[in-house]
T-cell receptor, first 121, second 114 residues
Framework: GEDVEQSLFLSVREGDSSVINCTYTDSSSTYLYWYKQEPGAGLQLLTYIFSNMDMKQDQRLTVLLNKKDKHLSLRIADTQTGDSAIYFCAENFSSWGPRMYSGGGADGLTFGKGTHLIIQP | GAGVSQTPSNKVTEKGKYVELRCDPISGHTALYWYRQSLGQGPEFLIYFQGTGAADDSGLPNDRFFAVRPEGSVSTLKIQRTERGDSAVYLC????????????FGEGSRLTVL
């Protein structure tokens, strides 16, 4: 089955870059995602990358994908105190079960356990 | 509201009781998902709906768990004969079509079974 692994904690100094790593197992995943969860709030999609891309940049965020090694990373440049949160890596899986409805299957997500990003002043 | 709404935000119940958790997705979103998040864990997939029907219920842990979405909008997750191990935050998410995995999550319903 699918499995997504990530380290549980990362501590960085304010202003430095943070790099959060993730490994996944399902080579058929079409997309890979980074979600952010702040205390008391729901998960929020940060960014995602299509599986045929190596890199995606979005302002302070850079996603790197090594499909051969099934390794995904999220780099946050100039880390701020507001970046303190839990970051979840996720891969999609497609469902084509017996009760599939018209319009095709739809994708669910398998999440890692999350990396707690701690910012030191 | 504009986001996914879940009620109740907190529910404390006794072992053996029946519980219902409600999710109101973003208007127009056809795909709706239920996840369960235990302390220190990532969200664990339970079930998702495409319209009114359960397109994949492979994540439901056992037959005490059931979910419905009768009109293709609001969904209810039902848990019978609750056990202490059911204590978790139950997250609902919706997606416009379900095709890209861009899910919009609610804040969750925290269930505590005493």
């Amino acid at each position: 089955g699918e499995d997504v692994e990530q380290s549980l904690f990362l501590s960085v100094r304010e202003g430095d870059s943070s790099v959060i790593n993730c490994t996944y197992t399902d080579s058929s995943s079409t997309y890979l995602y980074w979600y952010k969860q702040e205390p008391g709030a729901g998960l929020q999609l940060l960014t995602y990358i299509f599986s045929n891309m190596d890199m995606k940049q979005d302002q302070r965020l850079t996603v790197l994908l090594n499909k051969k090694d099934k390794h995904l990373s999220l780099r946050i440049a100039d880390t701020q105190t507001g970046d303190s949160a839990i970051y979840f890596c996720a891969e999609n899986f497609s469902s084509w079960g017996p009760r599939m409805y018209s319009g095709g299957g739809a994708d669910g997500l398998t999440f890692g356990k999350g990396t707690h990003l701690i910012i030191q002043p | 509201g504009a986001g996914v709404s879940q009620t109740p935000s907190n529910k404390v119940t006794e072992k053996g009781k029946y519980v219902e958790l409600r999710c109101d997705p973003i208007s127009g979103h056809t795909a709706l998902y239920w996840y369960r998040q235990s302390l220190g864990q990532g969200p664990e997939f339970l079930i998702y709906f495409q319209g009114t029907g359960a397109a994949d219920d492979s994540g439901l842990p056992n037959d005490r768990f059931f979910a419905v979405r009768p009109e293709g909008s609001v969904s209810t997750l039902k848990i019978q004969r609750t056990e202490r191990g059911d204590s978790a935050v139950y997250l609902c998410a919706s997606s416009l079509t379900g095709a890209t995995g861009e899910l919009f999550f609610g804040e969750g319903s925290r269930l505590t079974v005493l």
